[in-house]
T-cell receptor
């Protein structure tokens, strides 16, 4: 069954702590993405990865970094989380024009 | 810059009502357009897509027509059901933007039984 997985599904952190969000896909897709979703703003692209160690900034990369050391795995890292990074984060991978999304991680930064 | 606008943040209908969700886009090129649907607790999933070659897409009773003149890509369904309750996102991929999608703000559809 083709799928994108995300861990953890829910996370509560304090301001200034480091955050690691993990994403995996079993479809061998080259391209993967990290988005954040906020009410009224839709999905905003944070980073896009075209393959292992080939990452590019999206529209809102500030405060985030990513790591992709294996094709099937893409991590989003928040060094010293801020309260305005409270959001739902989605990972996706793509084949052709279609993007396949994971179930999301709800991050709360207190 | 490129943008996708969904003016309706929320739409509430009764079962068997007609659905119309606005989407307009702004770009200099000839984009591919998409509608994604997000059910509660899940990630978005592709509902339909349209290119300049075919102009119209349909899936699961939903239809959308690509109108280059008005730069619009509205989503329609003749008779909605309660199971259609979800958030609908219009999205655009510019022809020179590689894999990147630009999403609208989303429209939350609630269908009352």
């Amino acid at each position: 069954d083709m799928k994108v997985t995300q861990m953890p599904r829910y996370l509560i952190k304090r301001m200034g702590e480091n955050v690691l969000l993990e994403c995996g896909q079993d479809m061998s897709h080259e391209t993967m993405y990290w988005y954040r979703q906020d009410p009224g703003l839709g999905l905003q692209l944070i980073y896009i990865s075209y393959d292992v160690d080939s990452n590019s900034e999206g529209d809102i990369p500030k405060g985030y970094r990513v790591s992709r050391k294996k094709r099937e795995h893409f991590s989003l890292i928040l060094d010293s989380a801020k309260t305005n990074q409270t959001s739902v984060y989605f990972c996706a991978s793509s084949f052709g024009a279609e993007q396949f999304f994971g179930p999301g991680t709800r991050l709360t930064v207190l | 810059g490129d943008s996708v606008i969904q003016m309706q943040g929320q739409v509430t209908l009764s079962e068997n009502d007609f659905l119309f969700i606005n989407c307009t886009y702004s770009t200099t090129g000839y984009p591919t357009l998409f509608w994604y649907v997000q059910y509660s607790g899940e990630g978005p999933q592709l509902l339909l897509q349209v290119t300049t070659a075919n102009n119209k897409g349909s899936s699961r009773g939903f239809e959308a027509t690509y109108d280059k003149g008005t730069t619009s890509f509205h989503l329609q369904k003749t008779s909605v059901q309660e199971i259609d309750s979800a958030v609908y996102y219009c999205a655009m991929r510019e022809d020179n933007a590689g894999a990147k999608l630009t999403f609208g703000g989303g429209t939350r559809l609630t269908v009352r039984p």
